[in-house]
């Protein structure tokens, strides 16, 4: 296997640079006729933007806070509120925000009134650098009421999942789904060169209620059975088959090979155990989703897949989670390969194959951030050979 590459300087402290960077393409995508009538104020404030909402209406500027993510701690939660209060009362007007001024003529704004047949606010979500960041609108009525999102593939890769999650949020409409609840798709089609998806807003407003991890396990349960399983040997699944196309296309990067020669290993040494394979939401995690008494509610639904070895989602939160917690990504990688026989055991994942299922989803992430290529895109986490893979040949040398 050839040397793991380490995350470079160039990749450390910049993501503000690029945040701004990125927030004058934005508006140049958007509002292509430049500086005009229409002012947004910047959060939290221009050197490093997260959320732009309508200086125009103090009360859809404090819906778009409210729905911007979902807080990762309490204290983001606090914060939250008191920027939501400011802004719907009129207070904010006293606050130092930066502001950005753009046209709305030929924008998609109009695009978008057309569309719905109804008047629409808008709010500009500006995220952290990756390879697939995207223009996402949150969609709001005059009075602040939410009306549904919005999102642009600009590129290749963006384009490819806008259009993957249409085709998910329409295929997961037809389900009777108990578990969880999944936006509808309002329009799909496209804007000048763009790809665009317009899907209905969930209801986040409604009172929430605590999230116990078998409630949790009980809805990716239900996702990965949706469309039934099937069970096969792994090195003859049609499963590894495509794992091999996307390694093979990721190859001319070092550490492609690198992941090529370990999933190589893997499959030559549990080729022969049968998976079971299902569906996946293909990025579950605490801020795709909401806890509501009835029902969780789920979105961003580009990564949906089928035909994956069942389980694959409750890894994945667990790593995530981790990996939202603390600096050490090694770490998180590793915590959530001890966690696996729990995390996977309400799945029907037989415990001798709970190890192998974990590993296979270390390369199936891995093997996206290479297709994807985040670390060129300057994403945190792009650089494998500063935390995933390292790990991962580590446990390879360990599996007998």
């Known amino acids: 296997m050839s040397p793991l590459p380490t995350a470079p300087a160039a990749l450390s402290g910049q993501d503000r640079q690029l945040r701004a960077a990125y927030l004058r393409e934005l508006l140049a995508t958007l509002y292509p006729g430049g500086a005009g009538s229409r002012e947004y104020l910047v959060l939290p404030h221009a050197r490093r933007p997260k959320l732009l909402v309508p200086a125009s209406s103090g009360r859809a500027a404090a819906t778009a806070v409210r729905h911007a993510t979902e807080p990762r701690s309490g204290r983001a939660a606090a914060a939250r509120r008191l920027v939501a209060a400011a802004l719907r009362t009129g207070a904010g007007r006293g606050l130092p925000l930066d502001r950005v001024r753009v046209e709305p003529a030929g924008s998609v704004e109009p695009h978008l009134r057309e569309l719905l047949g109804i008047p629409v606010i808008l709010a500009i979500h500006v995220g952290p650098a990756r390879a697939n960041r995207k223009p996402v609108l949150q969609l709001l009525s005059p009075a602040g009421e939410p009306i549904g999102f919005a999102k642009l593939g600009t590129g290749p890769l963006t384009r490819r999942l806008v259009r993957a999650e249409a085709a998910a949020l329409a295929a997961l409409s037809e389900l009777r789904l108990r578990q969880l609840t999944v936006p509808r798709v309002l329009h799909s089609g496209g804007w000048r060169d763009h790809q665009l998806l317009v899907q209905s807003a969930l209801p986040v407003r409604q009172p929430r ?45 070092p550490e492609g090979a690198t992941l090529a020669a370990a999933a190589g290993t893997l499959v030559g040494r549990s080729g022969t155990v049968p998976l079971r394979y299902g569906a996946w939401h293909g990025d579950w995690s605490p801020w795709n989703m909401a806890t509501l008494a009835g029902t969780l509610l789920v979105w961003d639904w580009e990564r949906f897949a089928r035909d994956v070895p069942i389980g694959f989602d409750a890894v994945h939160y667990h790593l995530q989670q981790r990996l939202a917690a603390g600096r050490d990504a090694a770490g998180a990688v590793r915590h959530t390969l001890a966690a696996a026989p729990a995390l996977l055991a309400p799945f029907g994942v037989p415990p001798a194959d709970r190890e192998l299922t974990a590993l296979l989803y270390l390369v199936d992430l891995a093997a996206r951030y290479l297709a994807d290529r985040q670390a060129a895109a300057g994403a945190r986490l792009g650089v494998l050979g500063s935390w995933l893979l390292p790990v991962l040949l580590e446990r390879l040398q360990e599996v007998p």
């Open 209 to 253: 209620a605590g999230l116990r991890p078998e409630r949790l396990a009980l809805a990716m349960r239900e996702l990965a059975y949706c469309y039934g399983s099937h069970q096969a040997p792994l090195a003859a699944s049609h499963y590894w088959r495509q794992l091999q196309r996307r390694l093979a296309g990721v190859a001319d990067q």
